[in-house]
């Protein structure tokens, strides 16, 4: 094995940003379907796998989740701290969110809230599923809506079922540069709290 097959992964994570803006350009559903293949190959808690995934790609549903989204994002954004409420106005942030109806997929992401570590376990799959994305060249954002169990309502997904993420699919128009990331000593400490 190479070098560079070694460190594939690390080139993928590395290279891997969130976009907001998508070409409507087509891309191909087994390329998807591949990314969801990775997804299922987490680890989950006692292996119960208690993540679903809905794939959507009819323009009308797709405008009527964004609608539901940009009603609970409008409300969360009208209560939002004021520190929260600069950053979110540094980063162009704000209540639409028209990446939901430009991409040409979107993925609601549930976890099955009556299994052991649902969330923790859908979580890691998402992890698994954007570095396949990025394989693909694929891109995406993991969009968690502000009162998504409002947001569940138009899923009309069985009230066990906890909405975790929708993630736009598709090909990033998204020009700006990823943001950075802390060296690993930053993060990293061994043997004691504190200690590098």
Not at 41 to 70: M, T, V, Y
Not at 135 to 164: D, G, H, N, R
């Amino acid at each position: 094995m190479t070098k560079r097959e070694r460190e594939q992964l690390l080139e993928l994570a590395t290279r891997r940003k969130t976009s907001r803006i998508f070409l409507k350009t087509p891309i191909n559903l087994n390329d998807v379907y591949y990314c969801l293949k990775v997804a299922i190959q987490a680890p989950s808690g006692a292996n119960k796998q208690p993540w679903r995934f809905l794939l959507i790609d009819e323009p009308a549903e797709k405008d009527k989740i964004r609608s539901a989204c940009e009603q609970q994002e409008k409300r969360f954004h009208e209560k939002v701290k004021r520190n929260l409420k600069r950053w979110f106005t540094a980063k162009g942030i704000d209540y639409k969110k028209p990446f939901l109806s430009e991409a040409p997929f979107l993925l609601a992401v549930f976890s099955d809230q009556r299994m052991p570590y649902a969330t923790e376990s859908t979580w890691l799959s998402i992890g698994y599923l954007l570095l396949a994305l990025e394989e693909k060249s694929i891109s995406s954002l993991t969009y968690t809506p502000s009162y998504a169990q409002e947001v569940k309502k138009v899923f009309e997904a069985p009230k066990e079922y906890k909405l975790e993420a929708i993630l736009p699919i598709g090909l990033s128009n998204d020009r700006k540069p990823k943001e950075k990331r802390r060296p690993l000593k930053h993060s990293l400490y061994r043997n004691s709290w504190g200690a590098h």
